[in-house]
């Protein structure tokens, strides 16, 4: 069964900051790999899709890499804002076709 | 561009009530999926539907009842509900094929409290 992990559970850092937040997952045989954002009371919104052929994808101050051998996914968040606040999901995608996820990682950019 | 439409946003039930919870989806996606939302518990399977008429029990499907009529919609039921099933619902759905990894697409969930 797959299982993801999201490490850490919440983060709280200083405006401007670059920082990263980290998924890992069991069984490496999955499609891809997917990270989301949720603010509070709202839906998940995709941020970045990356295939299992891939490495990393990037889209503005965001990057997320992905080491399928080792089952671990990073997010990158260069220049932190305060409105990156919100938790932030991972999940993958094996070949069974159902979406499993993380709990997520609680941001807070502070001012 | 609605994407993906559930309704309703919000609702509240008393236990032993009925009601069914309705997903939409306009991008022509052929999987669709219910997750349910609980502090401490992340996002949980509760049933998919990998295409039109065909569904599969998730996780947590105990208490619930799916149905895809068609390529578009897919609707969870509750038929009797119990304080148990107070969460946040979510529906999905994404393109599903050998050969095309696409993204997954959320609605903006159902909160639904029973009382």
């Known amino acids: 069964k797959q299982e993801v992990t999201q490490i850490p559970a919440a983060l709280s850092v200083p405006e401007g900051e670059n920082l990263v937040l980290n998924c890992s997952f069991t069984?490496?045989?999955?499609?891809?790999l997917q990270w989301f954002r949720q603010d509070p009371g709202k839906g998940l919104t995709s941020l970045l899709l990356i295939q299992s052929s891939q490495r990393e994808q990037t889209s503005g101050r965001l990057n997320a890499s992905l080491d399928k051998s080792s089952g671990r996914s990073t997010l990158y968040i260069a220049a932190s804002q305060p409105g990156d606040s919100a938790t932030y999901l991972c999940a993958v995608r094996p070949r069974g076709s159902r979406l499993t996820f993380g709990e997520g990682t609680q941001l807070t950019v502070n001012p | 561009n609605a994407g993906v439409t559930q309704t309703p946003k919000f609702q509240v039930l008393k236990t032993g009530q009925s009601m069914t919870l309705q997903c939409a989806q306009d991008?022509?996606?052929?999987?669709m999926y219910w997750y349910r939302q609980d502090p401490g518990m992340g996002l949980r399977l509760i049933y998919y539907?990998?295409?039109?008429?065909?569904?599969d029990k998730g996780e947590v499907p105990n208490g619930y009842n799916v149905s895809r009529l068609n390529k578009r919609e897919f609707s969870l039921r509750l038929e009797s509900a119990a304080p148990s099933q107070t969460s946040v619902y979510f529906c999905?759905?994404?393109?599903?094929?050998?050969?095309?990894?696409?993204?997954?697409?959320f609605g903006q969930g159902t909160r639904l409290t029973v009382v």
């Open positions: 539907s990998a295409s039109e008429g065909t569904t």
């Open positions: 991008m022509n996606h052929n999987s």
């Open positions: 069984d490496s045989a999955i499609y891809n």
């Open positions: 999905a759905s994404q393109d599903h094929r050998p050969v095309m990894n696409t993204e997954a697409f």
